[in-house]
Every structure is written in structure tokens, then in C-alpha cells.
């Protein structure tokens, strides 16, 4: 089996609310669909999310990395040897590990459906066909938060809440997450995330009032290179740190695990440059004694399922998943066999991750010229 021809398209999806994260404010989302094509195979789908401001790269730029360096030396090759593909990536463009990852997935998509299993037989095989679900909240309107949770615990789809606190003034926003933790019932948890947006002598004191307000974990509180602030912040505190945009490739993962830097870390198919790859660092992030979280970028039905099916072979993943981006967006370009229920996401059962595009939506959804960045 060979790989014959590879598309990528540009849409952008509607949100049902601004989501506010410390350097980016989300009022649309934008999504790459990437389509390899084999010659007597099945086409395989990938997704990468890309959010203007937290990103290192534009849509337009993600696209042409995709079409003219990374799908070239993709034609022709095997899909199905895996490392091999993300070798010929590797040797053609340094970094760029969301549009490996576009690749990537597409290539796992192609070699289950080839087997006919879902993608977590690849992975070892599902321990759980449920993940548990943390839904974020990110308004930055306490009022609007708290009804927000309200919701979704009535709703009976999440009970495990994040808030994003990284924009604004620090003591407002530890004052904003306790306040919510407070508005909620007992069996509800509320975690914030910080987006690398505080100092450490902000986290010093942030810290102990968040544990003393009842939250459970705080991620990312300093700037990305700051691993000796992490593991300061994380040795001295109660409250679980955890690592996220610090942790991308698997020398940042060994650095972290090894030293502990930080209780847990945030894995994400994206940031990680596919789904090889977040498995192998979040078997190594265990064997160091890190807890795991399933992260997200706000991937569609695509990137989500991907990640739903290896997250699904994990041993360990005692923070739970936040895969809620098929539930922030109006609409998708791709059906899939996702579903919500009892505070959990259930994992569709494949062939491959379970998602099927829908031609007509990406027509619809599919970027025209000059349309943002
Ligand atoms: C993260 O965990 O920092 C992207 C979307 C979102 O809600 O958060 C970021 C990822
Ligand atoms: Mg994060």
C-alpha cells in the first residue's frame, strides 16, 4: 500500500461561547483536515486545531508545511510504517509537530481501517471504553461560569471543572476560581489553568490560596522555560502541578519526569507530534511518577476521536481527559461515534478512529482567501 495523494483544507468553525485563554481569546476556531489517499487502501484523517495567539504558526503557514515539505516526502511511502513516516518528517523540517501530528494520525487512521480494528488496538488495546470528562470554563465571567457548571452537572455530562485563569489581575482571578468551587456542589472538582501567565513569587502566594479554596490542581502557572520555578513550585506545594506547554517533546518530558519539576503533566497529540509519540512520553511521563491529564488544542470529531482511542489504552490517566472540543464548537466537518454521557466520554469503536468526513460540511466550513490569520 502506497500513498498517493494528500489534501489539507482550511476551516474555519463557530464556537458556542468566546473562549478566553491568558494569551489568546477565542471567538471562532480554526481546524487543518488533512486527507491521505493510498492506492488500493483506505484514506486516512488527520486534524490539527490552530489557536492565533497561543501557536507558534499561522493556518495558512500550517497548510504550506503540510503540502510542500512534509506531504512530498509522504508520496509513495508505506503509510502503515509508522516511525519510519515520522522520520522522513523529522529529516525534512525541524519542529512543526502539529503538522507531523495531521500526518501521523492520518497514517494510524490508514493502518487500523487497513486491519479493520480501532486505532487503540494499535496502542495496546483500550483499558477503559470511558474516559472521564473535565469540561473548561473560559469566559472569565464568575456569574456566567457558574452557570455554565450548573449546567453540565444537570446536564449529567461533566463534574469535573477547569477554569482559565491565566488573563487579568492574579488575586481577581484565585478570588474568581474559589468562588466558583464555593457556587458548586461537593462532588463537583474545579482546577484552573494559568497558561504560563504568572512570576513565581505570584505563584508562591497564588498556590497556597488556591489549595486553601478547595482546587485540586493548578497547571502551567509559569512561562514554558521555567523548569527550575516548576520544580520549585512543585516540591514546595499541596496542591498538584502540572505541567503543559513546558512538555512537548520527549527530552522535555525525561527533564521534567526526571527531576520532578511538576506533579503531572498534560499530554496532547498535537503539541506532541502524534499519537506515537504521546504514547511513548506518556509511558515515560509514568515511569516517572508523573499523573497524566489528556489534554486537548479544541480538535473537531477528528483530532478528538484520535485522541479518545489512545487515551483509551492508557494505564494511568488519573486527571482524566479534557476532550471537549466536538462540545465547544456549532458544527464539525467530520460524524463520529463520540458520546457524552455520565460525566464521561465514550469511545467510538472504529474501524481506525471512528470519525467520518463529511464532504459536504468541509465544503461548507472550508476557509476562502484572506478570511483571518
Ligand atoms: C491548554 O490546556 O492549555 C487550548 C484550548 C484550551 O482550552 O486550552 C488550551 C490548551
Ligand atoms: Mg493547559
Request: proline share 4%; aromatic share 4%.
Amino acid at each position: 500500500m502506497k500513498i498517493e495523494r494528500i489534501t489539507s483544507t482550511i476551516v474555519d468553525l463557530r464556537l458556542q461561547r468566546t473562549h478566553r485563554l491568558a494569551m489568546a481569546t477565542m471567538a471562532r476556531h480554526t481546524l487543518v483536515v488533512v486527507q491521505v489517499h493510498t492506492d488500493d487502501g483506505p484514506t486516512g484523517l488527520g486534524e490539527m486545531s490552530v489557536i492565533a495567539g497561543y501557536d507558534a504558526m499561522a493556518a495558512g503557514a500550517a497548510k504550506a508545511v503540510i503540502d510542500e515539505v512534509l506531504a512530498p516526502v509522504l508520496l509513495g511511502q508505506d503509510p502503515r510504517r509508522l516511525w519510519h513516516a515520522i522520520g522522513l518528517m523529522d529529516r525534512a523540517i525541524k519542529g512543526n509537530l502539529p503538522c507531523k501530528a495531521a500526518l501521523e494520525m492520518a497514517c494510524v487512521d490508514i493502518t487500523a481501517r487497513a486491519l479493520g480494528v480501532s486505532a487503540a488496538a494499535l496502542f495496546g488495546g483500550a483499558v477503559r471504553d470511558r474516559l472521564e470528562m473535565v469540561w473548561v470554563l473560559a469566559s472569565g465571567d464568575l456569574e456566567q461560569e457558574v452557570q455554565e457548571a450548573r449546567e453540565k452537572l444537570d446536564q449529567r455530562t461533566h463534574r469535573h471543572f477547569l477554569v482559565k485563569i491565566g488573563t487579568g489581575d492574579p488575586r481577581a482571578n484565585v478570588e474568581r476560581a474559589v468562588a466558583l468551587r464555593e457556587a458548586l456542589p461537593e462532588a463537583a472538582t474545579v482546577r484552573v489553568d494559568v497558561n504560563q501567565a504568572w512570576d513565581e513569587a505570584t505563584a508562591r502566594w497564588a498556590i497556597p490560596a488556591l489549595h486553601a479554596g478547595g482546587i485540586a490542581v493548578v497547571e502551567q502557572p509559569v512561562h514554558a522555560s521555567a523548569i527550575d520555578a516548576m520544580r520549585r513550585l512543585a516540591q514546595c506545594s499541596l496542591l498538584t502541578v502540572m505541567a503543559d506547554e513546558a512538555v512537548a517533546t520527549s527530552q522535555e518530558a525525561m527533564a521534567y519526569a526526571g527531576t520532578h519539576a511538576c506533579d503531572a503533566l498534560s499530554i496532547k497529540v498535537s503539541k506532541h507530534g502524534g499519537l506515537l509519540r504521546t504514547q511513548q512520553i506518556a509511558h515515560m511521563a509514568a515511569a516517572g511518577g508523573l499523573a497524566l491529564f489528556g489534554g486537548t488544542m479544541i480538535e473537531g470529531a477528528i483530532g478528538t476521536s484520535a485522541c479518545a482511542q489512545l487515551y483509551s489504552t492508557l494505564p494511568d490517566l488519573q486527571w482524566g481527559c479534557q476532550l471537549f472540543g466536538p462540545q465547544l464548537m456549532v458544527d464539525d466537518v467530520a460524524t463520529s461515534g463520540l458520546r457524552y454521557e455520565d460525566f464521561t466520554l465514550r469511545v467510538p469503536h472504529g474501524p481506525g478512529f471512528g470519525a467520518t468526513l463529511d464532504p459536504d460540511r468541509l465544503a461548507y466550513h472550508q476557509r476562502r482567501a484572506h478570511a483571518g490569520p
